[in-house]
């Protein structure tokens, strides 16, 4: 059972460029959570999706981030017209349909550098 | 949410049983304690989780007093490849009942393991 995919691994863009991070929750998980961490920071959470829905997005910046969790297909968080504060590793986590503990299961992160 | 507090650093010996201590005052019923694991350029590894009295697996044990405004994550015989910053989480695990790890993770405890 393969774990959380997530790609790219690292993404470099320019201020002002998109950047798309894609996340595979592992089989048979439904719930995916995105999370950001900054160097020597602890993750903050971001946003918490099940499939076609955004459950709660109350850690999300209000302009140019969004994301998705269509019903095929990975989750994808959107960041438009990036700034260099930006630059973090992003992590999706995803966790069983409801009926059990809700431990999370991260992926390797997606490192994004913006010049 | 719960608030936790954690050690900023601890420097352990191989060998030597490692314990880090985690306060969380302000705990409520339906939370549990939950470990991770973060090993630099990786995604937090989920090591344990507990309730109340004593937890252990093939990785660690977590020890939670009566009045579970605290618990310690003990590390048998660390190696250096225990070397690694380890964050507590209070919540509530349970979708089912409403709850779900909404959780912004502290900075965490970094374990430097020296031969």
């Known amino acids: 059972n393969a774990g959380v995919m997530q790609n790219p691994r690292h993404l470099v863009r320019r201020r002002g460029q998109e950047a798309r991070l894609r996340c595979s929750p592992m089989k048979g998980h439904s719930h995916v959570y995105w999370y950001r961490q900054l160097p020597e920071e602890g993750l903050k959470f971001m946003v918490y999706l099940q499939k076609e829905n955004i459950i709660d997005e109350s850690g999300m910046p209000k302009e140019r981030f969004s994301a998705e969790f269509p019903k095929e297909g990975p989750s994808i968080l959107r960041i438009q017209q990036v700034v260099r504060g930006d630059s973090a590793a992003y992590f999706c986590?995803?966790?069983?349909?409801?009926?059990?503990?809700?431990?999370?299961?991260f992926g390797p992160g997606t490192r994004l550098t913006v010049l | 949410l719960a608030k936790t507090t954690q050690p900023i650093s601890m420097d352990s010996y191989e060998g030597q049983e490692v314990n880090i201590t985690c306060s969380h005052n302000?705990?409520?019923?339906?939370?549990?304690i939950t470990w991770y694991q973060q090993f630099p350029s990786q995604g937090p590894r989920f090591i344990i989780q507990?309730?109340?009295t004593k937890v252990t697996n093939e990785v660690a044990s977590l020890f939670i007093p009566a009045d579970r405004k605290s618990s310690t994550l003990s590390l048998p015989r660390v190696s250096l490849s225990d070397t690694a910053v380890y964050y507590c989480l209070v919540g509530d695990p349970f979708r089912n009942s409403g709850g779900y790890q909404k959780v912004t993770f502290g900075t965490g405890t970094k374990l430097q393991v020296i031969p």
């Open positions: 302000n705990i409520a019923t339906n939370d549990y």
């Open positions: 986590a995803s966790s069983p349909p409801a009926g059990g503990t809700d431990t999370q299961y």
């Open positions: 507990g309730y109340k």
